[in-house]
C-alpha cells in the first residue's frame, strides 16, 4: 500500500488549506489513517486520525476546533480541512495508515507512511 498525500503549499495566516491522502497499490483494508506532522527543527508530532467506520476520530490539542478530519472508503482518500492556520502550523504533514486499530498516537503504530507534504504559514 502506497499513500500519495497532496494539497500542501503557501497560505496567509488566519487561512485555510486542505490536505488529501490517497491510498494505492491494493485495497486498503486497515482500520486507521491519519496525519503527523513535522516542523523545522521539531520532532515529528501526532495531528488527527480517523477510524475506517468514521466513529472515531481523535486530534492533538493543538489543532482541536481548527482542524477536521473525514474520510471517503470508496476512494481510500482521508483528508484533513485546516482552518485558522497559524505560522506554529507550519510543517511537512505526513499520511500514514494502520492496519489495526482507532485509536493510535505513537508514530510506531502505523505501519503505512507517506511521503510528505509542506504546509507553510506566513505570518
Known amino acids: 500500500v502506497q499513500l500519495q498525500a497532496s494539497g500542501g503549499g503557501l497560505v496567509q495566516a488566519g487561512g485555510s488549506l486542505m490536505l488529501s491522502c490517497a491510498a494505492s497499490?491494493?485495497?486498503?483494508?486497515?482500520?486507521?489513517m491519519g496525519w503527523f506532522r513535522q516542523a523545522p527543527g521539531k520532532e515529528r508530532e501526532f495531528v488527527a486520525s480517523?477510524?475506517?467506520?468514521?466513529?472515531?476520530?481523535n486530534y492533538a490539542d493543538s489543532v482541536k476546533g481548527r482542524f477536521t478530519i473525514s474520510g471517503d472508503n470508496a476512494k481510500n482518500t482521508v483528508y484533513l480541512q485546516m482552518h485558522i492556520l497559524k505560522a506554529e502550523d507550519t510543517a511537512v504533514y505526513y499520511c500514514v495508515a494502520a492496519q489495526y486499530g482507532t485509536t493510535r498516537y505513537r508514530e510506531y503504530e502505523y505501519e503505512y507512511w507517506g511521503q510528505g507534504t509542506l504546509v507553510t504559514v506566513s505570518s
Open positions: 497499490g491494493g485495497t486498503f483494508t486497515g482500520t486507521l
Open positions: 480517523i477510524s475506517r467506520d468514521g466513529d472515531s476520530k
